[in-house]
């Protein structure tokens, strides 16, 4: 789940060396904590949510997969 969620981050910025992803593992969920330039946060949420929601869509999908949870905090 982290190196997908890596991968797409660092694919969505011009700055790819400041993207730092931490993981947070806790008893039912894990929580990723994402970090970028403050002059990429906008390319990473995108137009009304549209690309945070994605990220999150598809990070979902991957932690059901793996019958568990997890969440994306996208932190500035």
């Known amino acids: 789940m982290k190196g997908l969620t890596l991968m797409i981050a660092k694919s969505l910025v011009d700055k790819p060396d400041e993207v730092v992803l931490q993981e ?6 894990t ?3 994402l970090r970028v330039a403050k002059e990429d946060l906008g390319k990473v949420i995108g137009k009304q949510g549209k690309t945070d929601r994605a990220m999150r869509t598809i990070l979902n999908a991957t932690a059901t997969k793996l019958k568990k949870r997890a969440v994306l905090e996208i932190i500035e």
């Open 31 to 33: 929580v990723l904590e």
């Open 24 to 29: 947070v593992i806790g008893e039912k969920t």
